[in-house]
Every structure is written in C-alpha cells, then in structure tokens.
C-alpha cells in the first residue's frame, strides 16, 4: 500500500486532504450521472448507443408474416393513386381464396364511397384489421379517432391506431400499445391482431407462437408514459426480410396460394411517390422504412414476444453508480496507468453488460450515464493527483536542490528555473535525475577503473554489478557472466589455499576451519562466516592464479545491509616476487659467496707464508673461482635484462644466428674434440630464414643452448645446428614459423626431470658430473627470451640417447623484410 497510496507518502495531512479531494471526485462524478438519466443530458448518446446495439445483430423473422406491397410498379399497372374501393376488393377477394390467417390492410378508408359495400362484402372474406389515425392532442388535450367510413368498420374484425412515436432526432424507435385521451382508448393495430392470435381466433399455419412472457425486466421498467404501456421495437439489418409481394402479382393471380394460405397478410403502402416512410434504427443501412414494414416488425415482436422494455430513468441512476463506486475504490489502491486500465475496462463493461441485457433479457438499460461518469472523473482525479504529485516533488527537488553537492559541476546560469511552475518544475527534476545520473556514472567510473575484479550483491548474494575486471577475469576462465547469478555460484571454482588473519597463533585453527567448511564460505548471507571472510582468504582459480578473496558489507543511510562486495586481488605477482627473492637471496648466500669465499681464503694461506709465493696454481684457482662469481652476476643480470627490459627488435637472419653462436661455443667444444654442424637446409641462397628478435639476446640464448650441449656430452661426439621453417596447413591464414634444432649426442635427460627444466637454479646431473659447473640460469634464461619474442621452445631427450631442443619462431614475411631492405639502403 505504501507504494501506491499517496497518504503514507505524504503525511496525515496530505492524507486528510486526499480523502477530501476523493470525496468530492466521487460527489461530482454522483452529480454528473444524475444529469445524465434523470435530467436526460446523455438522451442524444443514449439513442445512438441504442441504435448501434441494434444494427449489429439481426434477428429471425417470422416466417407467418406476408408483406403485399403498394409498390412503384403496381402504381404503373394499375393507374395513379387513390384506386377504387373494388381493386382493394378484388385484391381482398383473391388473397381470401388462398384462406389467410388474417389480413392486415394498413389503408385509410375515412370518406364514404359508392362502392363501400363491396369492398366491405370482401373484408368479411376473411378476418382483416383497419387502422385508426389518431389525430394530435389540441389544448385541452382531446383527441380525435379518424376511423373508417361505418359499412368497412363494422365488416372488419378488429380496428387499431397506426401512430408511430417519433423521438426527437425523427427516429421511431417504440410504439404504444394503447393511445387515445380521457375519453378514448384505442389498441395498436397489430396487438388487437395479436390478441386475437392468443386467444386462438386467428390460426397461424405454424406451430403456434409461444406467448411473450412478462420479463421481469418490465416489471422494473417504471411507468411514466400515462399506462400506454410503450415497447421498444426491435429493429435489426432484416426488418425488411419478410415474403414480399406485389399488390398487382397478387391481383392478377400470379401469387401461388400457398404463399398466403395461414399467414397473416400485411397490406401497406411502399411506393416512393406516397411518401409513407419513417426513419428508424437502421435507416442507416436499409434506408427509410415504409409504415407497412414497421407494422410488420410490431406484429413480429409482439407474437414472439421480443418486446424491448426501457429501463426507468431512476433505474438507471442507481445501476450507474456502481462502475463509479469501483473506480472510486480502484484510486484507493492502485496506480496511475492501473487506473487508467480499471477505468477503460469498466467503461467496456458497462456497454457489455448494457448489450447483454438487451440482447438476452430484451431490457434497455443505457451504459451512457455511467461511461460519462467515469470519463468525466478519471481525469479530474489525475488532475488533482498530479498537482498533489507536483506540490510534493517541487518541495523535495527543491530541498535536494539546496543540499551541495558531492561531486564537482558545471556552474549553474542565473535564470535555470525561471518560467512558469511547470517549467520550473521540469528544471527541478532535471538537476535531479543529472545528479543521479552523474552520482551512478561515478561509482560505474569507479569501479570500472579498478584493476582487481569487484561484484557487487544484493542481501540474497545475487550479483547485481560486477566491473569490466570481473567480466574479463571469468571470460578468461570461460565463465559465465555474474550478473544474476549467485555469489557462492559465481566463485564456486576457486580453490582454498589459506586464510588471511594477523594472529599467528590462530592460523592453523582458522585453516582447519576455513578448509572444514569450504566453499560455504562464498556465501556471503551466511553469518558466521562474516568475519572470516572480512579479512579475506587466499584462494587459486583454474589458471592456476592466486588471489586475495574478502567481503564488505553494504549498508544503507540508515546502517541497515543490504548487500555485500566481493574483491579479487590477484596476488600471484606478489607471490613470484617472494619467490624471486628467495632465489636471489640463496644465489647472493650461496653461489655467489662460494667463489668470493675460496678466493679470500687463498689470499688468507698466501699472506700467512713466510715468503708469500705466487704459484701459478694459486693463480689459477683465483681465476677460475672469480670467473664462476662473474658468470654467475652475469646470468643473473643477463636474466633480469631478459625479462623486464625492452626488446630492440631488427630483422635478422636465424642462419646467421645460429653460425654466429657456433662460433662463440667453438673453443669450448674444440677442447672436448666435440664436432660442431651447421646445416641450413640447402635451400634457395637467399632463404636466411629471417625473424624479427633482438639480436644479442637472441644470440644469447643460443649460446646458452649450445654451451649446455657442449658440457653435457662426452668427448669426441657430434652436435647438430639446424634450420627449418614451417606453414601451417590446418590452420588457413595462419603465420609462418622458422625452427632451429640443437641436437646432441650427451647424457640426456630423464622424463621426469624435464618439466622443471625451464625453472631458475635448477641443475642438472650434479652428483654424476660435479666438474660441470654453472647456477641454473641459462634454461631460464633461454625460455624468456624466446616466449617474449612470441616463440615457443621444445625439448626431447632421454638418458643415454642425448637431448634436441627446438626453438620455434614467427616468420618475418615478404613485405616486411622488403620494408626494412629499403629503409636501410
């Protein structure tokens, strides 16, 4: 309720000033449906929503109805109007042969004529009805019957009136059953026909009709029309779908008796020249309708029982109210655009429910009062909520507006919120939403700027923001994306190392329950884990990376949580440099200080004699110990170059590499009777297999390789220097590489020793050859190199059969090599 109802919004007196503004929304909309039935406001919609209900559905006409039509071409056969009396008698003399069950001859014959007896002899054929014309009320209300001459009254078998009401827009939409004044009463013609037809003295040839019961809609239906006992008549898109025929057809004997034998026959006035035609309901689509054709649909209604009875006007006031009452309880409780949709769907309802009591109960009640009601009080009522609204906003955007600002802004213009209230009111909410916009895009700025990986939950552990890192961070593990996926969920792939806890003396105990209870950790809705996780444990993804794991609790103004952040610093760096100066702490204590150590002590012996003597031997030692503490300086430094420092690439040539090291390594192999091969493929002279590197490192590494193979092979052996290149063919598109393979014939290498090769200070056959010398940098050395030059290294070996590295490298292309050709010519 608190996010719809305006009153637990703003306060007990906006409350009883809502209550007021409702009551008084409700009092108006009373007011206006009052109008609407009872002061007849809404008369002209009402008729045309009738009228509309009407033309869309047609109803079955009875088939005992026969339409004779005074038309246009028995006018032209017969001769202009009036006729005489005995065509009418011999058309009543031909229709009785038939034996009708009736006839209706909807014919004023008001002034006597010579031949009155015989057309009074054929009326008496068979049981036919005259109209009576009722004349206007004069002042004193007195109204005159225009009835047939007395021979033709007296030989028909029942009289009635023939006046149709005309609403004020000149529609006939009911008819009355009796009219006259005070001294006179006379039936409508078709229910004197009608009651003979109930009281079985006309015979249809049909089953017989079921007599219309008395619905209890015109029970309801109040009684002001001074007891005419008005219907409406049910008009539809078929009123004229009747049997027609034509007066002269039947005159000549054209018209099969059948057509006419038990059917009530109507004879009336078509002819557009007679001028007897009214407006009615769906004049729209069938025209003016003659007088015959209305009598027809009178009679139908009235032996079908299809009366449509009018709803009284008090009737439909209090009917009204109640899709008002709803849509007043609806702004209690819902919103705006709910509003809008409750009010729009009770509008539909009220005609619904108008169409379905006149289609099914043949009750008109007009939904005209209550839709006006209800578009009239919808938008008075949002009117006046959306200047409560407005109030309520200029008064806290104005406050907001007066608070500074945390963050810098552009300076303000001096006349921001001038113009009218609603101007200012945009200017306002427009400040507003930019200090929302720029508070959101710097903590979006912020996070997105920091290095480490940051998700952001809400109090269920839910990931609701995690920041460019942390996408980058699971798009390199092929995770999913966070966002709207657990915190458990979203780190459940990371390994425990250890907690994080400044207590030395509780960090086994915290292991051993971190370790217990793991990965139930990464659930931040759990409690007791908070404060393990505040300081923050070490965990290992997939790629084998450590990380910094902790939690903070997110809390509102009022101090309450409502999530939690979870960082991810990537310690692994860290971790390698711990490991780098550990090694370089063991190499500075021990290789390093070996040699310095045995030449202080030579020097120490050679003071301490009497007549210091320096042999050559002594000499000796002395040089080979400073050579190894220099060569070990010079790896470790030739190292550090290798992996921090940058690359001063050239095009170079990888045979002139290779031919370059071997020359370096020749003494040394020379000594050992080792025999050096180069052998460049024996392709195309100009093939020098060219790369891109840095020529002294990747010299370098070179010498390093073959330095190795040299003091790792016995004497009187074989090293083989060869050069390749390689084009991938599974791969289309993808770069050329050129291969280097040193092969030796020495010790080899066993398999379970060859994955730590590449590793700092790691040596190899020291127990077996202790006169090999070296501190384990030159591998390392090498693998740095030729990784930082997009290469890769292989090695294959094993004891006894010796060991064959291959270095692979990208290939320099054509337009490359032919670029730097011209710019150094």
Known sequence: MSLVDPRARLGRRAGLRFLIEWVSVGCLGI????????????????????????????????????VVEIDNASIAQLGRWPWPRSVHAALLEQIARAKPAAVVYDVLFTEANPEDAQLAHALALSPTYLPVLLT????????????????????????????????????????????????SRWPQLMVTLADAVRRDTVHLSGRPPRQAPVSAAANLAARDDGGEDRFLIPFGPNAQSYTRLSFAS???????????????????????????RFATPVSGELGPLPGVYIHANVLDTLLT????????RWIVFAVSLLPLAMLLAGFLVLSPRRSLLLTVGLVLLSAAASAGWLYGARFWMSPAPAMIGLVVVYPIWNWRRLEMTMAYLREELQRLADEPHLLPQTPQRGREFSGDVLEQHMALMAQAAQRVQDMKRFVWDSLNSMPEPILVSDVH????????????????????????????AVLDGLTLV??????????????????????????????????????????RDANGRDHLLRYATCTNAQGEPTGWIAGLVDVSALHAAERQREDALRLLSHDMRSPQA???????????????????????????????????????????????Q??????????????DASDEVWPQAHAKRITLQTDTGGGHEDDGHWICVDRSLMTRALVNILNNAVKYSPPDTRIVCSVGSETPAIVPGAARRVSCTIRDQGYGIPKEQQAGLFERFRRFHASERPEVGGAGLGMAFVKTVVTRHGGDVDVISAPGEGTAFTIWLPALDDAQLDASVTSRS
């Open 31 to 66: 007011l206006v449906i009052l109008l609407a039935s009872l002061g007849r406001l809404s008369a002209s919609v009402d008729l045309l929503v009738y009228d509309y209900f009407l033309s869309a559905r047609a109803q079955p006409s009875l088939p005992d109805i026969v």
């Open 136 to 183: 206007a009320p004069d002042a004193s209300g007195r109204r005159v019957a225009v009835e047939p001459v007395a021979p033709l009254a007296q030989a028909a078998a029942g009289l009635g009136h023939i006046n149709f009401e005309v609403d004020r827009d000149g529609i006939v939409r009911s008819v009355a059953q009796f009219e006259g004044d005070a001294g």
């Open 250 to 276: 039947v005159l000549a004997g054209k018209v099969p008796a059948d057509q006419l034998r038990g059917r009530v026959v109507v004879i009336g006035v078509t002819a557009s020249g007679l001028y007897d």
């Open 305 to 312: 029982g299809r009366e449509i009875q009018p709803a009284g």
């Open 461 to 488: 552990g839910v990931v609701l923001i995690a920041n460019h890192a942390a996408k980058a961070h699971f798009a390199r593990l092929g995770a999913p994306l966070p966002e709207g996926r657990h915190m458990q």
């Open 498 to 539: 250890k907690t994080i806890d400044g207590d030395a003396s509780s960090d086994a105990e915290h292991n051993q329950y971190a370790h217990a209870h793991w990965p139930a950790l990464l659930d931040p809705a759990r409690a007791e884990f908070a404060a393990l996780m505040e300081h923050g444990v070490e965990v």
């Open 598 to 644: 045995s030449i202080l002590a030579l020097v120490e012996i050679e003071r301490a004699r009497t007549e210091p003597t320096l042999a050559r031997e002594l000499l000796g030692r002395i040089e080979r110990y400073a050579q190894r503490a220099l060569t070990l300086a010079d790896d470790f430094v030739q190292l550090a170059r290798a992996e921090s």
């Open 646 to 659: 940058a690359y001063v690439l050239e095009p170079v040539s990888l045979t002139e590499l290779i031919i």
